[in-house]
Structure formats: C-alpha cells, structure tokens
C-alpha cells in the first residue's frame, strides 16, 4: 500500500478524472492528498456526454476511488 499511497502524492498539482465506486467519475487537479483522502480543485463530475462543474473543492474519501487516470496536457482545460 505503500507504493500507492506515495504514487498518488507524485501526482498532486496534475489533471486527473477519479473513477469511484457506484460509477461516477471526478476530473479536476488533484490539489492535496492525504491518508484517508483527496482534494480536488476546479472539479466537474463527468456524465454521458457531458459534466457538470463542481463548486468550492471535491474532498473525495480514498476508499471511494477504484482507479485514478492521468490526464495528458493536451486533454487539460483551464
């Protein structure tokens, strides 16, 4: 678990989406991470064919989150 929990430290500061349990998806830049959770600021949550923005910042509990992907600079908006 180790590996993990510092793996997702190098990526504060990216684009991420966070899939999490009962499918729903988080895309925002992970801003803070902490043991039992993350921050994520300028948050959407992402739909069939759309999102929706996210007021204030996301605090997402860890345990929700399944996988974590990394958003490529081409796919990060302002």
């Known amino acids: ?8 430290e ?11 349990d ?3 998806s988080l895309k925002g830049i992970l801003y803070e991470v902490y043991e039992d959770s993350v921050v994520l ?17 996301a605090i997402v509990p860890r345990q929700r989150i399944l996988w974590l992907q990394r958003l490529g600079e081409a796919e990060v908006t302002p």
């Open 41 to 57: 600021r300028h948050a959407a949550s992402l739909w069939d064919g759309g999102e929706t923005k996210v007021d204030g910042d």
């Open 1 to 8: 678990m180790r590996k993990t929990s510092r793996l997702i």
């Open 22 to 24: 009962g499918d729903e």
């Open 10 to 20: 190098t990526l504060a500061r990216e684009s991420v989406v966070l899939h999490l």
